[in-house]
């Protein structure tokens, strides 16, 4: 069929296509600035607050989205050149999909080519949140010293260079130094990434960095800013060339960066908003007193699920979550890791049927056609278990609980980070960490303890005997027997 260009001037072509924004565009004032534009921020924060500028008097909550590293050049010039607009395209789990072009990006910056205009916009009077999707590596978290990494040199050039900043750290500083300056209201600071309290986070890491670039300025932002915490969550694949060309060919929508997702989201958010907030409960998101124990449940069992069955299903050379959920033995291993070592962690969620939580997450994981990489998956698995799986640990570990399912995903981890898939076929490890796994990886086919010196990653955890020995069986088991039949035995253990 004919195809338009996706952007403002062509978006009335698309209605019979696409659900697009029935409200003015041009009518929309700026309220959030949001770092971090990828496919997460897009299927989630955008699309809520899409639907929320559909109703009456919400004209002040539009998108300002911030592409802070130079990787992120694509997305920004794409975004620019669609006036801010893409296609959401949520894979229903019968195949069906519902196409949305979502309108709340009205302003789009790019941080390496105008650092200026960002801390401008940060520090702008009508801006009342600062959302960030900045991955769990963002934070400069070291899971070793339980601190700031002052040590990372992009750090160190913030520090020297506070004009032209490239972290998040120095142009949170640069924008709150303005608004002090300039006497402005606070603002919230929210974070939207998968990170244990990521609110607190976010405001330890921030007051590290500020004690040093600028520390008249922490008494201020005391006062100031809050730091509410927030659970995010819907899956988001990569969007592939075959969801591009789909999109063009069966609804006329030339996007070149559309969103694909799940049909499922959820946002809960503690009501902690220095400044004002969009009425996001207006169109579902859930806002509570403490959001961390909903945190804790989905980092704990659906983003370590994933890590689960990215890590096993690699090895046996499946390309997709789906496939490797499918895979009976694997999805019963991953079941067993839900009950018996994450459930007990979790004590009394009130209100949360964690059975139904649980079954629903091998459903979702089960969506044939969201077709989640496991590239993706496994990709910064560094940043992400000290996350999502060494919590669970070390707090069986404290109660004396089993960790042997745990044990068995790590020394897997190990394995993978040979660099090889069981078939012999090589898998290519995206993780900032790269060359430090894969030298440990080299070191533990000797003493497979090594692999566990990397604090950064694991803290301290080789010095649980408890621990080492699990791990140390289960890894010589997968060497010896494989994947497919370790997990067999302990599936009947
Ligand atoms: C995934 C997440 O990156 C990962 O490892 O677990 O991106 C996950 O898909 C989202 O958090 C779902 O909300």
Not at 141 to 162: S, V, W
Not at 350 to 360: A, F, I, P, Q, R
């Amino acid at each position: 069929m004919a195809s338009y260009k996706l952007n403002s001037e062509n978006l009335s072509k698309f209605s019979g296509s696409a659900a697009i924004p029935a409200y003015d565009r041009s009518d929309v004032k700026v309220g959030i600035v949001h770092v971090g534009i990828g496919g997460f921020h897009r299927a989630h924060e955008a699309y809520y607050t899409d639907q929320l500028l559909h109703k009456e008097g919400n004209k002040d909550w539009g998108i300002c989205g911030v592409a802070l590293l130079d990787f992120d050049q694509k997305i920004y010039q794409t975004l620019k050149d669609q006036d801010g607009l893409y296609t959401l395209i949520v894979k229903e789990l019968d195949g069906t999909l519902t196409k949305t072009i979502v309108g709340s990006i009205v302003e789009y910056l790019f941080a390496p080519e105008n650092p200026a205009a960002v801390i401008d916009k940060m520090a702008h009077q009508d801006i009342k949140i600062i959302t960030l999707t900045i991955t769990e590596g963002g934070y400069n978290y070291n899971e070793a010293t339980k601190k700031f990494d002052f040590a990372n040199p992009l750090i160190q050039h913030d520090l020297e260079n506070p004009t032209t900043p490239k972290t998040i750290f120095g142009y949170l500083t640069q924008a709150l130094k303005a608004r002090k300056e300039q006497h402005l209201k606070g603002v919230a600071i929210q974070s939207c990434d998968n990170v244990q309290g990521n609110g607190h986070m976010i405001q330890n890491m921030l007051l590290s960095y500020v004690e040093k670039a600028a520390p008249s300025l922490v008494e201020w932002i005391h006062a100031n800013v809050t730091f509410p915490n927030s659970m995010v969550d819907r899956i988001t694949p990569a969007t592939s060339l075959v969801d591009i060309s789909a999109l063009k060919e069966n609804s006329g929508i030339d996007d070149a960066w559309p969103v694909v997702c799940e049909p499922f989201k959820q946002w809960v958010i503690e009501d902690d908003f220095a400044a004002g907030r969009p009425a996001w409960e207006n169109v579902g998101a859930q806002f509570v007193a403490d959001v961390v124990p909903y945190e804790k449940m989905k980092l704990s069992l659906l983003n370590a699920g994933h890590s689960v069955l990215g890590i096993l299903g690699a090895l046996k050379g499946y390309a997709t979550i789906d496939e490797a959920v499918h895979d009976p033995a694997i999805s019963q291993f991953l079941k067993l890791y839900m009950d018996i070592e994450v459930t007990p962690v979790l004590g009394n969620l009130e209100g949360v049927d964690l059975k139904s939580y649980k079954h629903s997450l091998i459903q979702r994981f089960g969506n044939i056609y969201i077709k989640d990489q496991i590239d993706r998956i496994c990709s910064e698995t560094s940043a992400k278990l000290p996350i999502f799986i060494l919590p669970t640990i070390n707090a069986q570990l404290k109660e004396s609980g089993s960790v042997k399912l745990a044990a068995f995903v790590i020394a897997a981890w190990a394995i993978y980070s040979l660099g090889f898939d069981e078939n012999g076929n090589p898998l290519v490890i995206k993780d900032a960490l790269a060359e430090v796994l894969h030298q440990k990886a080299i070191e533990a086919k000797n003493e497979p303890k090594e692999f566990l010196s990397i604090e950064s990653v694991f803290g301290d955890l080789k010095k649980s005997e408890v621990f080492v020995n699990a791990y140390r069986e289960s890894y010589d088991d997968i060497l010896k027997h494989g994947v497919e039949k370790c997990v067999a035995d302990l599936n009947n253990e």
